[in-house]
Nanobody, 127 residues
Framework: QVQLEESGGGLVQAGGSLRLSCAASGRTFSSYAMGWFRQAPGKEREFVGAISRSGTVRYYADSVKGRFTIARDNAKNTVYLQMNSLKPEDTAVYYC????????????????????WGKGTLVTVSL
């Protein structure tokens, strides 16, 4: 069983930055592909970004490409999402996700490959 705990959400003005963190339990963090999803009120959960087990390959949704950066520290069992140039449409609950078998790229296709979810952290971007 893997437990994921997000932190770092909050209220920020448009154009600002936030860094989300997701701490994972267990001793095999480096064997998980990790990713971030978000869900805005009244909308479906959508892919934001994913990172390979080694941290060398990253994938992003078009809506965040060039503004968000995903990174991981396998020594700290933590994955990060650095969010810059935030827009009001980035307002959502952000969820951390882990794949124990499927590659990181699979997260960009949908949520069916996700084995574990965090509980989420709220990001609110004001005008």
């Amino acid at each position: 069983q893997v437990q994921l705990e997000e932190s770092g959400g909050g209220l920020v003005q448009a154009g600002g930055s936030l860094r989300l963190s997701c701490a994972a339990s267990g001793r095999t963090f480096s064997s998980y592909a990790m990713g971030w999803f978000r869900q805005a009120p009244g909308k479906e959960r959508e892919f934001v970004g994913a990172i390979s087990r080694s941290g060398t390959v990253r994938y992003y949704a078009d809506s965040v490409k060039g503004r968000f950066t995903i990174a991981r520290d396998n020594a700290k069992n933590t994955v990060y999402l650095q969010m810059n140039s935030l827009k009001p449409e980035d307002t959502a609950v952000y969820y951390c996700a882990a794949n124990t078998v499927a590659p990181a790229q699979a997260m960009g296709v949908g949520t069916s490959s996700i084995d574990y979810w965090g509980k989420g952290t709220l990001v609110t971007v004001s005008l």
